[in-house]
């Protein structure tokens, strides 16, 4: 059977078969079936990629505490730990309190809060890569979208998160912060050890049943450890 024509010339006509038409249609499905798992590919891996960034920082501190009995930031004989003879002031001691001070985006300001020394303290230390001098343009870490990576102790928490410390990252799309909670906590960006808010001035606002998470807006994540 055939339907519809197509005129060749003068000479005749010739029509389109049901199984010419099955097979184009299967060609488009397979086309749009391929384009739409690229995407969760690509979607999957940048998740994984943001996860590892809060696998990392847990990581980064045990391994400091292991080696030098001190918290990277806090560490009161950082000279003596990170520096050598030829650069014997490589960087600058915290106070040796047992905290991370200083909020996780501080700024790399001259007088740099601990939670900004941490990254110079484990680069030194080479159990991380990155510039060390604090006023190096690229010093501050960003995830893989770009936002502000960081740690702080958990007093005053944002997000009231529970834990010894709370890992950070900004600029995160809503369509990705499920996932993330998905793969790293309870699936839920409102309750658990991970959770998401919107920034509002200095501070976090959380998400909520009255300010549910929006796919296409950009989030802060924070995790407790």
């Known amino acids: 059977m055939r339907i519809g024509t197509r005129t060749h010339g003068t000479t005749g ?3 389109f078969t049901l199984a010419e038409i099955a097979i184009v249609l299967v060609i488009i499905s397979l086309l749009l079936g391929g384009v739409l798992k690229g995407q969760e590919l690509i979607n999957s891996a940048k998740v994984k990629n943001l996860a590892q960034d809060f696998r990392v920082i847990p990581t980064l501190i045990y391994a400091y505490q292991d080696k030098f009995h001190a918290l990277p930031g806090d560490d009161g004989r950082a000279e003596t730990h990170l520096c050598t003879t030829a650069t014997p002031a490589c960087t600058s001691p915290g106070d ?3 905290m991370i001070d200083g ?3 501080a700024e790399a300001a001259a007088s740099p809060t601990e939670s900004v020394r941490f990254w110079q303290h ?3 230390a080479n159990f991380a890569t990155g510039p060390t001098a604090i006023d190096d343009p690229n010093y501050l870490p960003l995830n893989s979208n770009g936002g502000r990576l960081g740690v702080q102790s958990g007093a005053n928490a944002p997000l009231a998160l529970n834990g010894a410390y709370v890992v950070c990252s900004a600029a995160i799309a809503g369509k990705y912060v499920r996932q993330l909670d998905d793969t790293l906590d309870d699936g839920d960006p409102q309750t658990g050890s991970m959770r998401a808010g919107t920034v509002s001035g200095t501070a976090l606002t959380p998400i909520s049943a ?4 929006d796919e296409g807006q950009a989030y802060v994540v924070c995790m407790g450890i």
Not at 210 to 213: D, E, H, K, S
Request: hydrophobic content about 50%; proline content about 6%.
């Open 13 to 15: 006509q010739a029509g």
């Open 96 to 98: 040796a309190n047992g």
């Open 103 to 105: 909020a996780w985006n």
């Open 122 to 124: 484990v680069r030194l």
């Open 210 to 213: 009255a300010t549910p998470l």
